[in-house]
């Protein structure tokens, strides 16, 4: 008997603390949790996203704008976003950006980011996601994809980006344009990427409408794809008005677009010259550091750029380029976040323009334009 007390004893003791150890432990249920970072949340969502890589200040600006929007998502709808965002190390470095791509599908995301430097190299891989991950596509997009593979994209449209420069630049030296013969460079850091073809090929096709509806002859040359795809020249090389002369380095380093821009700056029937992104603007930028012929005057060679970051403002504020076209990459990275945590909820989505801008000395300070640039 006296055992069994014992036993007894020991026992209501062992449920005893039992209990007190149970009444410390608070249970996590839907309303305590945050959506911040260390937080569970009520439902976690899993993004992945494929760049053309962080070389330049523009794929960190999109970058903020989508940690930005991630955090604002997270605060709003109270859910949990984990990402993943990378890029090649290099835009002209095709096989690793698939390689990024077929890694992110692997992880069975809930929504795919992509903005592809070869599309015809991604197309196999994007067939195999056969819709079972919604993909968005952003700056460039995915155009020609697998039908219904990318349900919608977050981007400039940069063919109408192109014809921007082209108009403003038009403006500043159209009263240059007669009976001698002149000449516009184009550089562009590579032939294959979706955004810097269409916004080179923009830029081409407005130049020539604007020449031929003054009644001025055109002869595009150079580089085969921007050749081959612009709108018919009206004249050949000896007899036109205006030559329009394309050049692309064989690979995309601000060096070699320095290089590509010296040969055309060196010519003496130049007169402007148009650097289609933020390499190879900062490419005009530097030949033009040992040349000194670039300016604002009539007997400056005209230079106008595409994109933003330190160099490129500078030179603008400088008067050194006379102008740029800016994209809007914070907006881009935000419409990308937004785009995709629709997508992941199954919500319709679609196409989405986030715009481009002109930027002078005269209107780089204010407060529409500023809010569009990136260091």
């Known amino acids: 008997m006296k055992n069994f007390k014992r036993a007894l004893a020991i026992m209501l003791a062992l449920v005893m603390v039992l209990s007190l150890a149970a009444c410390g432990k608070k249970t996590t249920t839907d309303s305590d949790k945050s959506s911040g970072d260390d937080a569970a949340g009520s439902e976690t969502l899993k993004f992945e996203v494929v760049s053309k890589g962080f070389q330049s200040t523009y794929w960190q600006a999109v970058y903020k704008g ?33 390689q990024q791509f077929e890694s992110a599908v692997n992880a069975n995301p809930d929504a795919l980011g992509l903005a592809a430097l070869d599309v015809d190299a ?3 891989s994007i067939g195999k996601v056969n819709g079972k991950t919604p993909i968005i596509g952003f700056d460039s997009g995915v155009p020609n994809a697998p039908e219904g593979a990318v349900l919608a994209n977050a981007s400039t449209d940069n063919y109408a980006a192109g014809e921007v420069a082209a108009e403003n630049l038009y403006e500043k030296i159209k009263s240059r344009i007669g009976d001698k013969q002149v000449r516009i460079g184009e550089v562009n850091q590579d032939a294959t990427s979706e955004s810097i073809t269409n916004r080179g090929l923009g830029f081409i096709d407005k130049m020539i409408e604007l020449l031929t509806a003054d009644n001025y002859t055109v002869c ?49 029937d130049t007169i402007a010259i148009f650097g289609s992104n933020q390499v190879a ?27 933003s970051g330190s160099v490129l403002k500078a030179a603008v504020s400088s008067g050194v380029m006379y102008g740029a076209v800016t994209q809007a990459p914070v907006t881009i990275g935000a419409v990308l976040a937004d785009l995709m945590y629709s997508s992941a909820k199954g919500e319709e989505v ?23 640039l990136y260091d």
């Open 66 to 98: 989508f940690q930005e929007e991630v955090e604002k998502i997270q605060s709003d709808k109270n859910v949990k976003i984990e990402y993943n965002f990378v890029g090649p190390d290099s835009e002209t470095d095709i096989a690793q950006q698939v």
């Open 122 to 124: 991604l197309n196999d």
């Open 220 to 268: 595009v040359t150079g580089n085969e794809k921007y050749v081959g795809d612009a709108a018919d020249s009206t004249a050949d090389e000896a007899s036109a008005n205006v030559i329009i002369e394309v050049r692309v380095p064989a690979q995309t380093t601000t060096e070699l677009c320095a290089t590509e821009a010296g040969v055309i700056l060196n010519k003496e």
């Open 281 to 307: 603007a900062e490419g005009v930028v530097t030949a033009n550091d040992s040349l000194s012929v670039c300016g604002s005057e009539d007997s400056n060679i005209i230079a106008v750029g595409f994109d």
């Open 350 to 372: 679609e196409d989405t323009d986030t715009g481009c801008q002109f930027y002078t000395a005269e209107n780089i300070e204010s407060e529409e334009i500023a809010q569009n």
